[in-house]
Structures are given as C-alpha cells and as structure tokens.
C-alpha cells in the first residue's frame, strides 16, 4: 500500500511538468493561427481596395461609354435632321427657281418697256428735230428743185412723194416686239409669245435680245411639258449665244428637264457642267444643291486607268 500510495503520489506531481509542454504548444499553434487570419485579413483587405479602385475606373468607363453613346445619338439625329432639310430643300429649292425666273422674266420685261419708252422719246425728238429744220413756206408744202414747190401729180400728189415708195419693214422694232413677247409670256399666252419670241430670233439673231428670246422658247416648251423642245432650244441658246446673261439659266433648266424626262445621267452630266462652267452664279448654287438633294456627288469620280504596271 505504501509504495502504491508513493506511485501515485509520484504521479501526481509529475502531472503539471507534463502539461506544461502541451499548453505551451498549443498557445503557439494559437498564435500561428492568429497570425494567419491577420495576413488573411490584410490580403482581403488589400483585395477588396483592389476591388474598389477597379471598380471605380470601371465605372468611369462606362459613364464615359455612355456620354460617348449620347453625343452619337444626337449626332445622328442632327444627321437625320440635315438629311430631311436637305431633301426638303430640294423640292423648296425648285419652287425657289421658279419664283427667281418669275423675278427674271419681270426684270426683262421692265428692261424691254424702258427700252420701247426710250425709243419713243428718241422718235420724238427725231420729229422735233425734223420740224425745226422745215424752210418756211405754205404749210404742208415740200419744196422742188432750185426750192420751188413741188408741182402736184396724180390725185393730188407731189411728184416728189410719187417717186419715194416708202419701205415696208420686215417686223417690228426689235424692243417692241420683244416687250410684247414678254408680256404675253407673263400673262400665259404662250403661242402667242412663242411667235413672237421666234420673230425675235428670225428678224434680230444678232441682237443681245436674241438669246433670251431663245431662252424663253425653251421655257414655254418646258411648261408645256414638252421637254424634247424645250431641251434643244436651252441647246441653242448655249451653242449660238454663249454670252448670254440667259446661258447659266439654259444650262440648269436643260439638266432639269432632261432629270423630269428621265434622262439621270445626262440631266446630272449637264448639271456638274453648270457647276464647273459658272460656278459663281446662282444657278450654280441651285444645281449643287439639286445634286446634294440627289445624293449625287458634285464632281464625277475619276476613271480608274486602263494601263497598269
């Protein structure tokens, strides 16, 4: 019994000398442990901070994305808008034309009036001119040879009048003839002013009226509907008076009647020739904006070249 009690007593006190070294052991593993969850925090930490900076220039991206998106859309419908006004205008700008030749043919007939009223004044003072200088005499009576009065011949007549057979003119003078013209052109007489526009050309081809006049067949050939005429006299007026102030309007008024005959590649060849032959005149501003409308582009694109190296 004693030694028993003396083995257990012994045991006893060995007991905490064992333990000792299993709490200290276990306090390190504690402590490598916290030490690991400290580093797994910091690297969560530091993940998430990552997180965040990515995320914000990711959301700065697609904020930008976005701004870039809404400028796109609204410069595609200020493109839409343009391409709806250019079209619109395309229509707007041949009723345009039409008032501006409405505005021309005025102006030409005014300019005709003046002109047949200058005449006029000229005639006056032309029989003015004459009366004054008539020698003194029986009124009436013309004077003969050596200034004696003319002896009457048949029914009365001075002999004199019996040997001058007044000439008949061919036509009118050319500005009353043109000035009748125009104004039957502006009240819609159009076979009337068509005769009388043709007189024009026929009896004064080398009149600066000349050209207009041929002009102004065209556009009665034209409202007509009658495009065939109405292109080859714009034709005339190109070949025959290239001078003409009516040239650049022959030009544009050829492309559109060609365009209304369904002739596209020609009504568009004679509008880039417009284009390039009078480019600082307003009926170049019109083809431009006809081919604009046309989706045409204002110049031909160059020919590839047959010969390659």
């Not at 905490?16 to 490598?32: G, M, R, T, Y």
């Not at 041949?94 to 505005?103: I, W």
């Not at 003839?177 to 009337?192: E, I, N, W």
């Not at 309007?249 to 060849?269: F, V």
């Amino acid at each position: 019994m004693r030694k028993t009690f003396a083995s257990l007593f012994a045991t006893a006190a060995l007991l905490p000398l064992l333990a000792v070294p299993q709490a200290h052991a276990a306090s390190k593993e504690i402590i490598q442990l916290q030490d690991a969850v400290s580093q797994l925090q910091t690297q969560l930490q530091q993940l998430q901070s990552s997180s965040d900076s990515r995320l914000g220039v990711l959301q700065h991206l697609v904020e930008q994305t976005a701004d870039n998106v809404n400028r796109m859309s609204q410069s595609m419908n200020a493109l839409q808008q343009q391409i709806a006004a250019q079209n619109e205008s395309g229509s707007k700008m041949d009723q345009l034309s039409g008032q501006v030749q409405g505005v021309h043919d005025s102006i030409d007939e005014l300019k005709s009036r003046m002109a047949a009223v200058n005449k006029q004044l000229q005639d006056m003072q032309s029989q003015l001119q004459n009366v004054n200088a008539q020698p003194a005499g029986q009124p009436g009576q013309q004077p003969g040879m050596n200034g004696q009065p003319a002896q009457p011949g048949m029914n009365g007549a001075p002999q004199g009048a019996m040997m001058q057979q007044p000439q008949q003119p061919q036509a009118p003078p050319v500005d009353q003839l043109y000035q009748s013209a125009v104004r039957d052109y502006t009240s819609a007489r159009y076979d009337l002013a068509a005769g009388e526009f043709g007189d024009v050309v026929k009896y004064y081809p080398q009149d600066d009226m000349a050209g207009n006049a041929q002009f102004y067949l065209g556009e009665i050939a034209y409202r007509k509907g009658d495009y065939p005429t109405a292109i080859k006299n714009y034709d005339a007026v190109l070949e025959q008076f290239p001078g003409s102030p009516k040239a650049p309007a022959s030009q544009l008024r050829k492309g559109q009647a060609e365009l209304d005959s369904n002739q596209r590649d020609a009504g568009i060849r004679d509008l880039r020739s417009l284009i390039q032959r009078y480019p600082a005149t307003p009926e170049a501003a019109q083809g431009r904006s006809k081919l604009n409308g046309m989706g045409v582009r204002i110049t031909a694109a160059a020919k590839p070249s047959a010969y390659h190296q």
